[in-house]
């Protein structure tokens, strides 16, 4: 019987022992392995008909720019811990990474408590990720309703107000049909609506747990809003929650980075505690900047070195960006500023706001004037709310 390993497509048999895998892997059951059967690309490696390594794999578009920018989302990948150690996940990853490519990915986006080791392989994390938690009588006298309509449920208009919102930052999930049913049923999510009926303007979906002595735990999912009024309203709806839920958990980053929470607190008595981060790498980087949304007033041409796909080559380019658009070609012109392939993902997320941040972080430039320019073409700030 022969000890080759095989990476294929899991069929019916294949994806049990997957999902049995993945429990053994984790130590508990993962529901989205199941959940998510229907939508994912499901790749196994498998050695005498014994499945020893899996992952999902969603191709899913992510907003840039304002622009839906076709993603290989990663989830659930797990190695047999008596084969751990091979290097079996970095072949795991590759293969189920040139499927999603195949199919049209040009980034891919993971969450991961193991950011050493896919830092390695490409990917880097635009920006630090917080969940955030206050007692609920603060939030409760930091803010007061204001009479803005509220009604409970999901509805065809919230979620094009969520989508017209996620397009305004760099990552959220244009989210598929199927997604805020996958999300509801899996979390178990209370979602409300505000504002005028056939116009939302804001979005709140929670998860209640039951405490052990007495009350519940809330933990919000989803909190878009269109404006600050609207802001305060949802905040102020939470805080309602007081006689039952003595804090208000934010999961991790469920906020948006801007100080919502911090607005009128009377007492800065809120916990805010650091998660691992979602991690981003460009697949293929003239199709990432060709899909990708570009501010209308940008107008610059900049030469720039990048990092080889190998980690030890460097290419020359040119980035041009105007009108709205943008494309990057190849060139034999040496670059004033100069990217590695992590670098190159937190730029194209947003993640530098300033030329000093980028400094900080290791990018090299010949040209401060270059590099303020090139970060101001991002313009977005990163955020993704979705969890997978």
Same mark, same amino acid.
């Given at each position: ?8 497509? #899991? ?7 997957? @999902?049995? =895998?993945?429990? %053994? ?5 993962v529901? !989205? ?7 994912? !690309? ?12 899996g ?21 659930a ?19 189920? =990474?040139?499927?999603? *490519?195949?199919?049209?990915?040009? $980034? ?10 896919? %830092? ?16 609920? @009588?603060?939030?409760? *006298? ?12 999901r ?15 760099n ?6 049909? &199927?997604?805020?049913?996958?999300? !509801?049923?899996?979390?178990?999510l209370?979602?409300y ?16 747990? %039951?405490?052990?002595?007495?009350g ?9 809003a #269109? ?21 208000i958990?934010?999961r ?27 991690? =981003? ?10 899909? %990708? ?11 720039? @070195?990048?990092?080889g796909? !190998? ?16 494309? $990057?070609?190849?060139?034999h012109t ?9 670098q190159?993902?937190? &730029?194209? #997320? ?19 004037? #270059?590099?303020?320019?090139? $970060?101001?073409?991002t ?10």
């Amino acid at each position: 019987m022969s000890d080759a390993i095989q990476i294929v497509q #899991a069929d019916d048999e294949l994806w049990q022992q997957y @999902d049995a =895998l993945a429990t %053994r892997s984790y130590g508990h059951p993962v529901g !989205d392995i199941s959940r998510l059967r229907p939508h994912a !690309d499901i790749r196994v490696a498998v050695r005498n008909g014994r499945v020893i390594a899996g992952g999902l794999g969603l191709l899913v578009p992510q907003f840039f720019g304002g622009a839906p920018v076709p993603s290989a989302l990663l989830s659930a990948g797990c190695v047999a811990p008596e084969e751990r150690g091979a290097r079996l996940s970095v072949d795991v990853l590759a293969e189920r =990474l040139r499927h999603l *490519r195949e199919q049209g990915a040009v $980034i891919s986006t993971l969450w991961t408590t193991s950011g050493g080791y896919v %830092r390695r392989l490409g990917w880097e994390a635009p920006v630090p990720v917080f969940a955030w938690s206050i007692a609920t @009588d603060d939030l409760k *006298r930091a803010f007061t309703r204001s009479g803005l309509p509220v009604e409970y449920g999901r509805t065809a208009e919230v979620d094009e107000l969520q989508r017209r919102l996620a397009r305004q930052w760099n990552g959220p999930v244009k989210r598929p049909a &199927w997604w805020p049913a996958w999300i !509801d049923e899996k979390q178990q999510l209370t979602t409300y609506r505000f504002g005028p009926g056939q116009s939302p303007t804001g979005l709140l979906s929670f998860a209640m747990k %039951r405490s052990e002595r007495h009350g519940m735990q809330l933990t919000v999912h989803d909190f878009w809003a #269109a404006d600050a009024d609207t802001v305060g309203e949802m905040m102020a709806f939470l805080a309602g929650h007081h006689t039952r839920a003595a804090v208000i958990h934010f999961r991790r980053s469920a906020l948006p980075p801007y100080p919502a929470l911090l607005h009128n607190l009377h007492r800065y008595r809120l916990t805010a505690e650091a998660w691992h981060p979602w991690m =981003l790498r460009i697949l293929d980087l003239e199709e990432a900047v060709r899909l %990708r949304g570009w501010p209308a007033d940008v107008d610059i041409a900049v030469h720039l @070195d990048i990092e080889g796909e !190998d980690g030890e080559t460097w290419d020359q380019y040119l980035l041009e960006v105007k009108d709205g658009a943008a494309q $990057i070609t190849k060139t034999h012109t040496a670059g004033v500023v100069r990217l590695t392939r992590r670098q190159l993902a937190v &730029w194209y #997320a947003g993640g530098y706001r300033t030329a000093a941040a980028a400094r900080l972080a290791g990018v090299d430039t010949s040209s401060e004037d #270059a590099l303020k320019r090139l $970060i101001r073409t991002t313009e977005h700030e990163p955020w993704l709310p979705e969890h997978f």
